[in-house]
């Protein structure tokens, strides 16, 4: 039989150049390209491209499509499967090659190694998706079906042999077991090690020399695997409780290596095999009761740009929220996914001024949409405390203005779980009080009513922040309790694929941050940022959006000491001072209902004392400072100067030094001024004169000399 040659199609290269520029990040993490996989109609017209990309611990598949038929520019999509199914990798090829045999293969990089051999290689993809292709193309035609060494190889080629009984002509199968492959070893493998044997590579010729076997369209039993880490299986078993009987019998380590492929095999959930084997163990311990559902992964890959959108919808259905926060609630979402490759875990705060404006509804919302959420209002200290180490739940806490207020424990685990590296709290257990490190590390979401009052600045600057209002007679949404069975859980099941797919893209993720945002708020939105990232340009955009709106200047969990800055700051301007005493300084700042200064002190006006401790934090001290004929404790304006910068940014409308300052009389006699009682600021030339003989808290002569007249200056 005639090699094939492959055709050289003209959109190529921009296809090439679509595929590395949606992986340019991937890649300039440590990222290596494997292939690109070109999906063509009969006719040879590519309908959508796949990208893999392999990094350290996972590979990463990128489909994308054209839009309008442009290549140069693409979305990170499938198409939309069509009624009779998708088609086949490698379609093109039927048609060109019509009396060649057709080797199927599981996946693009193995029909891609055949092709290059010369052979008509074609795959549907990936193990689980014979039953979703269209296999037409093969009626009549010869079929020899290449499976990977592994259970869920073996049920892909049963399941494409079902799908070609009576449409092949002929269907048969390389006997894999006479191969020697390591487990989960493909045709790829089998072509490595000929060439490491023979000392060249193989040729169609070698191929074709390989034993078949008569195909069999029924599922697989569960076959020996040899490998070093995993234990001999259960060769054939008569019933399922054999098979889940041997499991069983298997230690933790082992089982959970084989897991997946095992229940892929029996043809269930990896979860309901979990439940099953752990029943036969007899081991299910109070602390392997998990308090919140196993998700399964959605069996196929999502695009995260849709996937997002329709969790910000989804929030936006059931809560009365600005767009802006529903994005930034999806992110944080999709982040607790994540939560094991990122560096910084931000907090949700969910925050209202009142009761009924649906942060207890949010709070369940996100909960059913996180990854291991665990409900824990009223928890006792100690139990959060391990509940944490044990399960790295999504914490969620409602009521937190009565539950977390006085619970100085609590707020410990909870602000030292906001970066990984630091995400350990030291307490003594036992009657022995030996010290353990708990590890308290993980999501954490927060409700309650006016919580800026009730949690420390340090809890409030490490969250994001939604301000939800009660809702208005015209604005409407369905009640949470209303959503229909299985809602969430299908969008969570894309959530945790999602994660299994980008978790690699996130980790390595250096996302631009916005230098409007404060050190500790660009620390918060990174991880969201780059979450986004993997949406693509318009969710980057719209998360930046949302991370300047949420946590930009206009961030309302101002600390006290830099609440107090600014309202100096605020009086320093309007007075158009250069000094000012303490006691002033506390007048100014009571002054104003609207602050909080007149009531600082338990209902009573702040004190010295308290503003002195204040500004100390900021090097800033009370020192003796001239006001009028006299001197008082107080502060000079360039004492805040460094502080006001720092803190603040530059100060607005200070006045410059010295303006007020009154310098010395040379030149006109010993009179203060020409006129009689004036006031300073009445006057242009208002001067003092020296003072040669009077003490340092004398600023003029009253009795002016030289037969002047007695001069009041009013300051």
Not at 32 to 46: E, F, H, I, S
Not at 218 to 240: G, M, R, V, W, Y
Not at 549 to 563: M, P, Q, R, Y
Request: overall charge negative.
């Amino acid at each position: 039989m005639t090699p094939i040659t492959l055709p050289i199609y003209d959109d190529l290269e921009a296809i090439k150049a679509a595929a590395k520029q949606i992986t340019q990040t991937l890649v300039k993490h440590g990222g290596k390209p494997v292939g690109l996989y070109v999906y063509r109609d009969a006719q040879g017209q590519a309908l959508y491209a796949r990208y893999r990309v392999d990094t350290s611990d996972s590979k990463q598949i990128r489909p994308f499509i054209p839009i309008g038929g442009d290549w140069a520019k693409v979305e990170m999509k499938e198409p939309p499967k069509p009624s009779q199914g998708k088609p086949l990798y490698g379609l093109h090829l039927l048609a060109l090659y019509p009396a060649h045999p057709v080797y199927i293969v599981e996946g693009e990089k193995c029909a891609d190694s055949l092709q290059r051999l010369g052979l008509l290689a074609i795959t549907s993809g990936g193990a689980t998706s014979a039953k979703d292709a269209d296999w037409q193309a093969l009626n009549g035609r010869d079929v020899i079906i290449w499976a990977d060494n592994d259970p869920a190889g073996q049920q892909y080629a049963a399941e494409v042999a079902a799908c070609l009984a009576g449409l092949a002509a002929t269907i048969k199968t390389i006997d894999v077991a006479a191969l020697n492959l390591p487990a989960k070893g493909d045709c790829v493998d089998w072509l490595s090690a000929f060439e490491q044997t023979h000392g060249r590579k193989p040729c169609a010729d070698d191929l074709r020399a390989l034993a078949l076997l008569p195909a069999q369209n029924n599922l697989p039993e569960i076959n020996p695997i040899s490998t070093e880490s995993a234990p001999t299986l259960l060769t054939k078993p008569q019933t399922d409780d054999e098979a889940i009987a041997w499991l069983s019998s298997l230690k933790p380590m082992e089982y959970d290596r084989i897991r997946k492929e095992q229940a892929k095999a029996l043809g269930v959930q990896v979860s309901t095999l979990d439940d099953l084997v752990k029943t036969a163990r007899n081991e299910e311990s109070e602390s392997e009761r998990l308090p919140f559902a196993r998700v399964e992964p959605h069996p196929e890959p999502v695009n995260p740009a849709e996937l997002l959108n329709e969790v910000s919808h989804l929030i936006r259905r059931f809560i009365v929220l600005e767009p802006v926060q529903a994005d930034a609630a999806a992110l944080w979402v999709a982040f607790t996914w994540f939560v094991d490759v990122v560096a910084v875990a931000p907090l949700a705060i969910i925050n209202a001024p009142e009761k009924a404006c649906g942060k207890s509804q949010l709070l369940d919302l996100m909960g059913r949409l996180s990854a291991k959420p665990l409900p824990a209002s009223n928890s006792t200290a100690a139990g959060l405390f391990r509940a944490v180490e044990l399960w790295e739940p999504t914490v969620l806490i409602d009521e937190a203005d009565t539950f977390i207020r006085e619970n100085d424990e609590l707020k410990g685990l909870i602000n030292a779980g906001h970066t990984r590296a630091n995400a350990f709290v030291l307490r003594v257990v036992g009657d022995n009080h030996e010290p353990k490190l708990f590890k308290v590390w993980g999501a954490k979401a927060l409700a309650g009513i006016a919580l800026e009052k009730h949690l420390p600045d340090a809890t409030m600057s490490r969250a994001i922040i939604f301000e939800l209002r009660r809702k208005l007679p015209h604005e409407s949404v369905t009640r949470l309790r209303h959503a229909e069975g299985g809602l969430f859980d299908g969008v969570a099941a894309k959530l945790a694929r999602f994660a299994e797919d980008y978790a690699q893209q996130v980790r390595q993720a250096r996302p631009t941050l916005p230098d409007e945002l404060g050190d500790r708020a660009q620390d918060n939105w990174e991880p969201l940022l780059a979450i986004a990232g993997c949406a693509g340009t318009e969710w980057l955009q719209r998360a930046t959006v949302a991370a300047l709106t949420l946590s930009g200047a206009g961030d309302k969990t101002v600390s006290t000491g830099n609440e107090l800055l600014a309202d100096i700051q605020e009086i320093f301007e309007n007075k158009r001072l250069a000094k000012i005493s303490t006691a002033d300084l506390i007048k100014a700042l009571t002054d104003d209902d609207e602050k909080s200064w007149a009531t600082y002190n338990r209902g009573k006006s702040i004190t010295a004392r308290q503003i002195a401790t204040r500004l100390n934090g900021y090097g800033i001290k009370s020192k003796t400072v001239r006001i009028g004929y006299g001197t008082a404790k107080g502060f000079e304006l360039d004492q805040f100067t460094d502080a006001f910068t720092r803190y603040l940014g530059p100060p607005l409308n200070l006045p410059s030094q010295g303006n007020n300052s009154c310098k010395p009389n040379t030149e006109e006699g010993l009179d203060v001024t020409d006129g009689n009682n004036v006031t300073v600021t009445q006057s242009e030339k208002v001067t003092c004169k020296p003072n040669t003989d009077g003490g340092c808290d004398v600023v003029t002569d009253k009795n002016g000399g030289a037969g002047g007249e007695n001069i009041e200056v009013e300051l």
